[in-house]
């Protein structure tokens, strides 16, 4: 049997220990910007398997450095572990205990996987090439994100590479999905604030309609993506919430609406930026009503670095089959991994994770998400053999893959 043999077969039987984790942190979940219990218990568990620790990396991130026993690249792989705003409506003996808060994005499951990974190599530590860095990342979940201060803090100091894989339920159990090139989007908000004159509602002549204003400026504002944009480079504009007046006969004073940017192209969303403080300001003029504008952006698209991409993509088939590794359309949601591809080079990748005992598929950010935990087991197996197999492919990644299975 060989060492990746044998790996596989020690995640294998840490899989159980996998499970629990992600149903304990499932149970004890924690908002962006406010974990504590969790990095405790990722810490001590690093700490454990006796690798060099730091807490509190960029505030609340943990990270774990295993030194291999001969000489090579440093690899990263990288997890999250915060929660969102949601009621957990599952039920499961595992469901969330903290009201209104869940793992809805399955965050949890990045976790387990990683500290099962870190259980394994830990064990095989001597036979590496290289070290491996596991970063165990907070705050995904709300811009400005854990993953820039961690950054800044050191995290990626010595490293090469890094991997990152986000379960998807959503997708059939046993996929593995890719993407070369930009997958996520930039995810930006904006918000108009109208201002008008307010009065009574049966005479609107004496007033200035905030109201009214602003509703045609959410028309004005759907045309910078169908007439501003090239239409090469996917845009999205989306005003979420208009909100004006109380009473159902009174002429507010102010309107306020905010939305949200998703590009790919830094160009752009500079124009979008741009063009939306132009539209609000002559849209307003034209009916007396003033606005402020304001404009944030999130985190970053996220782009793949093509040949790390397509080296997860080859050990993906080692592992499920080729039949069951797919390229993934780019879509329009948003991830601080992003942070890390511009730093140093590697990949996203995505893990099909539809429950196989519920015939209704829950998306993410869902009160009943759920995902189908043995897709973490797939998740391991590729972080693994990426990790064994890197020295051997790279730099020379143009040539022809080589893999010890």
Known sequence: MTILAEMYKELEEVFPEMVEIRRDLHRHPELSFQEERTPERIAKFLTELGLEVKTGVGGRGVTGLLRGGKEGPTIALRADFDALPIQDEKNVPYKSTVPGVMHACGHDGHTATLLGVAKVLSKYREALEGNIVFIHQFAEELAPGGAKPMIADGCLEGVDVIFGAHLQSTAPYGEVLYREGYALAAADLFRIKVQGKGGHGAYPHLTVDPLVTASQLVINLQQLVSRKVDPQHPAVLTVGSLHSGEAFNVI???????????????????????????????????????????????????????????????????????????????????????????????????LGAHPSDSETVYPHHHPMFDFDERAMLIAAKVFVSSIFNYSKNFPKVKGELQFKA
């Open 252 to 350: 507010p004073h102010t309107a306020e609406m905010a939305g949200t940017v998703r590009t790919y192209d830094p160009e752009a969303r500079d124009l979008i930026e741009e063009q939306i403080a132009r539209v609000a300001q002559s849209t307003c003029e034209a009916t007396g009503a003033t606005c402020e504008v304001s404009y944030e952006r999130g985190y970053d698209a996220l782009w793949n670095h093509p040949e790390e991409t397509r080296y997860i993509q080859k050990i993906a088939e080692e592992i499920v089959g080729e039949e069951n590794v797919k390229e993934r359309p780019a879509v329009m949601g948003g991830e601080d991994f992003a942070y890390y591809l511009q730093h140093v080079p590697g990949t996203f990748f995505f």
